[in-house]
Structure formats: structure tokens, C-alpha cells
């Protein structure tokens, strides 16, 4: 069965301190593994995106996340945390091709001063 | 980024009203979808379509319906909501040719009274 497991459901940490985000997925086929995030009644918007190479994808805002099929998770990192960061992180897999995209429950992430 | 637009952003209505969510984009993208949120859990697709007069059922059953007559334009309507109908409705664009990666709207957040 295809999934994605967030075990965080929410996550504080203080303004300039490191940030990682785990992601687990279950996936049968090539996984093709995506960070989304989400603002306050706001749609999804797409941090980064890994399809193959380096298994160290890099983002925008300052985000980074790396594959490591060995342990079929992918996980995103960022080495300072801004107060702006604070939202709620998707973790997703997909096939190129297909059209169902698995999302996790998504983390909360609160930013303190 | 893909330019993909939702109104209402907001919609509360009364049991039994029929009621139609838009969403439209302008990025000529083939596929579109839409997903259901709900608080703490992950998004589920409840309808997609591959292009113009194709459209499918997502995991998620929904007695929505959609329609793709037209590229750009792919809205979902309820016949009569009901309080169950609550929920956040998030719609979603890719092309094809360049691995599927989907774009969010910013959302319609749809209360049933």
C-alpha cells in the first residue's frame, strides 16, 4: 500500500535554531518524493522535489531535504529557522507519470522567539 | 510557480443549497484535481482529470461531481451540501510533460450550517 507517515504532528523550536522534519513513505513503485507548505488558510505551495541524482535536494526558503532509500524516508532540514517558517509541512509521494500523490498528515511547526 | 485561482476562498451555506466551487488556471496545464482537507489529516483526492471531457473518481468518495470542458476550468459542485460537506476543498494543477508536479490554489473553505 502506498503512504507517507509524518511522526511529528507538531513541532516547536526557537527562532535560529536547526529544524528537521521527518517523512517516512510506503511506496511500490519509483517514488517521486515532494516537501509542501502550507500558510494559514492557504493553498500548498511547493518547497522542493526529488526524482533521481543527488540525494541531497535543495528548496527554496533556505530548505534542504535529504532521500535515503535504505531507510524509504526523506527528510527536510534547515539549518536556521526563521519566524516565518511557522506553518504546516506535507511531506508527498508520487509516480512521473501518475496521477495520485500520497500526502502525510502533516507537522505543525510553531516558531518562538 | 503555476497561477491557479479559487473562489469563493469562503462559503457558508445552508442544508440542501447547491452550491459550485471554481477553480481555473492559466498555466495550460492537462491535469487537474481536486483534494478534500480536513484538519490533522492527510489531503485526499476525491476527483482528477487528465484533460478536456475526462474526468475520474479519486480515492476519496465524494458526492460531488466535476466537469473539464474547458482547459483552464475545472469546477466542482455539490447538488445539495450538507453539514458532513464541511471541509476545506483544494485544487490542483500539473502538466504532464514535466513529471506531473502539481500546483496548488489557495483553497475554499466550505462551512455547512
Known amino acids: 500500500a502506498q503512504s507517507v507517515t509524518q511522526p511529528d504532528i507538531h513541532i516547536t523550536v526557537s527562532e535560529g535554531a536547526s529544524l528537521e522534519l521527518r517523512c517516512n513513505y510506503s511506496?511500490?513503485?519509483?517514488?517521486?518524493l515532494f516537501w509542501y507548505v502550507q500558510s494559514p488558510g492557504q493553498g500548498l505551495q511547493l518547497l522542493l522535489k526529488?526524482?533521481?541524482?543527488?540525494?541531497l535536494v535543495q528548496g527554496i526558503k533556505g530548505f534542504e531535504a535529504e532521500f535515503k532509500r535504505s531507510q524509504s524516508s526523506f527528510n527536510l532540514r534547515k539549518p536556521s529557522v526563521h519566524w516565518s517558517d511557522a506553518a504546516e509541512y506535507f511531506c508527498a509521494v508520487g509516480a512521473y507519470t501518475g496521477n495520485q500523490f500520497y500526502f502525510g498528515t502533516g507537522t505543525s511547526l510553531t516558531v518562538i522567539p | 510557480e503555476a497561477d491557479i485561482y479559487q473562489t469563493p476562498r469562503y462559503l457558508v451555506i445552508g442544508t440542501g443549497k447547491k452550491i459550485t466551487l471554481e477553480c481555473s488556471q492559466t498555466m495550460g496545464h492537462d491535469k487537474m484535481y481536486w483534494y478534500q482537507q480536513d484538519p490533522g489529516m492527510e489531503l485526499h483526492l476525491i476527483h482528477y482529470s487528465y484533460g478536456v471531457n475526462s474526468t475520474e473518481k479519486g480515492d476519496l468518495s465524494s458526492e460531488s461531481t466535476v466537469s473539464r470542458i474547458r482547459t483552464e476550468h475545472f469546477p466542482l459542485t455539490l447538488e445539495s451540501a450538507r453539514p458532513s460537506h464541511t471541509s476545506q476543498y483544494l485544487c490542483a494543477s500539473s502538466d504532464s510533460a514535466k513529471a506531473n508536479i502539481q500546483y496548488f490554489g489557495a483553497g475554499t473553505r466550505l462551512s455547512v450550517l
Open positions: 526529488y526524482f533521481s541524482g543527488d540525494t
Open positions: 511506496y511500490g513503485a519509483t517514488p517521486y
